[in-house]
């Protein structure tokens, strides 16, 4: 599973690739629950799920329950942006549980830890090697 980091104070997000035993924490989370950033290897930091996407591109809905795929009729929100006034359409969305199924979880930062997420997820190190080549 792939996790994004979004940190709201520098306005910059971050990916991170969880492995099994980081990602089995996060099964039968819900949208909106906070996690402790211990557990997924980002010391001192406490995130909260926003979202995400299954294996097959579909989103994560806050409002539908479970983890299972539906088709919904959206007047708005993830999953269909309406081009007209009044416009709806039934559309395929993911319910607001975290399993097995997701392939990426979006995540934000709501209390910083003592280090950087820079130092933390190695952008640090990378960007030094792109400055001196």
């Given at each position: ?32 629950d906070r996690v402790k950033g211990d557990q997924i ?93």
């Amino acid at each position: 599973m792939k996790l994004i980091v979004s940190d709201p104070e520098t306005g910059k997000s971050y990916q991170k690739e969880l492995d099994k035993n980081q990602v089995k924490v996060l099964y039968n989370l819900k949208i909106g629950d906070r996690v402790k950033g211990d557990q997924i290897g980002l010391v001192g930091y406490e995130l909260v799920i926003t979202g995400g996407s299954d294996n097959n591109g579909f989103p994560m809905r806050s409002d539908l329950h479970g983890t299972s795929r539906k088709r919904i009729l959206l007047s708005k929100g993830p999953g269909f942006h309406p081009k007209r006034k009044g416009e709806r359409k039934r559309k395929t969305v993911r319910g607001n549980t975290v399993a097995e199924d997701i392939a990426q979880l979006n995540v934000k930062v709501v209390k910083a830890g003592n280090e950087k997420l820079d130092k933390l997820l190695g952008k640090e190190k990378e960007e030094k090697k792109e400055k001196k080549e």
